[in-house]
């Protein structure tokens, strides 16, 4: 069992930055595929980010590529999502998801590949 706390979010302005965090809990962490999904007012919860459990392999939505980077530290517990350049569009709540076959299908977008889920973190852009 994994249990995942996001932290980071907040106002900032369009072209501004932020970083956030999902720490883990439980020792499977460094087994589990993780992925970052945000949810904006009206609408479903879309892909952003997703990293394999070795970091040898990261998957973007291509509505940020280039302007976030996912990464993560096993030794910490940790996986965190860089955004920059953002948009009042990147608004919305965010959530990390962690699963240890989330990449296993190839489906690594699919909120339904992911068994565990922190509460969110809202992440507001202003223009």
């Known amino acids: 069992q994994v249990q995942l706390v996001e932290s980071g979010g907040g106002l900032v302005q369009a072209g501004g930055s932020l970083r956030l965090s999902c720490a883990a809990s439980?020792?499977?962490?460094?087994?589990?595929?993780m992925g970052w999904f945000r949810q904006a007012p009206g609408k479903e919860r879309e892909f952003v980010a997703a990293?394999?459990?070795?970091?040898?392999?990261?998957y973007y939505a291509d509505s940020v590529k280039g302007r976030f980077t996912i990464s993560r530290d096993n030794a910490k517990n940790t996986v965190y999502l860089q955004m920059n350049s953002l948009k009042p569009e990147d608004t919305g709540v965010y959530y990390c998801a962690g699963d240890p076959r989330a990449l296993y299908s190839g489906s690594y977008w699919d909120p339904k590949e992911y068994t565990y889920w922190g509460q969110g973190t809202q992440v507001t852009v202003s223009s």
């Open positions: 439980g020792r499977t962490f460094n087994n589990y595929a």
């Open positions: 990293i394999s459990w070795s970091a040898s392999n990261t």
